[in-house]
């Protein structure tokens, strides 16, 4: 039995998220019908990470056991030539029979990114969070790096557990984020904020890019997110930002 790792890309955008759900768009689920029709067996795909309905990914992992001696390269090929164009396989390649795609991951980096122009260009709608108003980016970019370390990530869970990491309450909530940073794309308009850590809560990094964007309109102080932090309280945390802007970038191992 081989042991397959998928390097994905997609447009999330039309999709319902990663996960399976019955009678809807989901990524797994265009995935595995593609899949069981070319290796005409049963299908079932681990990610690093189940995406929220509306999130993209440039650099999601996945992986797959097959008895199919199909070789990668020519499933790559098929697997492109049948999808569509708004989910790519970027490789496939043969994994160690124990590689788990979710267990084995060290850490994940996620962009979240704000356009700040009057009107929006459609051709990057789709992919940021429109936000005309003025930000002040220092004010965001002190408050961003109070994130870093390790710290209970209550405040900025979602409180559904439905799907998405780590899906159950009884679970630890505390987070080690080795990178936290806010920084500007002046040829493009686009304020990006990025976060590298060991994992992430259900909506973690929506909620945190939501009450950065408090913060960057004036309506928190830099140093609000300590407290919040502290406070393990959702309602003290700042609103979920739109899924258009957030993508997963790369996933380490």
């Known amino acids: 039995m081989r042991n397959l790792r998928f390097d994905i890309a997609y447009d999330g955008t039309d999709f319902c998220g990663w996960q ?15 899949l069981k029709k070319i290796l005409k067996d049963h299908t079932h795909l681990v990610a690093s990470s189940r995406t ?3 999130v993209h990914a440039a650099g999601q992992v996945a992986n797959l056991r097959t008895g199919s001696p199909i070789p990668c390269c020519n499933l790559q090929r098929a697997l492109n030539d049948a999808l569509p164009l708004s989910i790519r396989i970027n ?30 260009s459609p051709f990057i709608a789709r992919f940021a ?25 209550t405040s ?4 559904d557990p439905a799907s998405g990491e ?25 304020l990006v904020y990025e976060v590298r850590g060991s994992g992430f809560l259900y909506r973690m990094v929506r909620n945190i890019a939501g009450t950065l964007l408090e913060i960057g309109l004036g309506k928190l102080e830099p140093d609000e997110m300590a407290r919040i932090l502290e406070s393990r309280d959702r309602a003290r945390a700042g609103p979920t930002a739109p899924a258009r802007g957030l993508c997963l970038v790369k996933v380490e191992y």
């Open 20 to 34: 399976f759900q019955p009678r809807k768009p989901t990524i797994e689920g265009c995935l595995a019908s593609v």
């Open 52 to 54: 929220d309905a509306g």
């Open 91 to 120: 490789g496939v390649q043969e994994a160690t029979p124990d590689f788990h795609a979710r267990y084995d991951a060290k850490a994940k980096i996620y962009r979240y990114r704000i356009l700040q122009v009057r009107i929006p």
């Open 129 to 153: 969070h429109h936000v005309p108003r003025a930000l002040d980016r220092s004010r965001m970019a002190k408050a961003a790096r109070l994130l870093e370390g390790e710290h209970d990530f």
């Open 156 to 159: 900025f869970a979602a409180s």
């Open 166 to 190: 780590p899906g159950n309450h009884s679970e630890s909530s505390v987070r080690r984020i080795f990178m936290s940073r806010i920084f500007w794309r002046p040829r493009t308009s686009i």
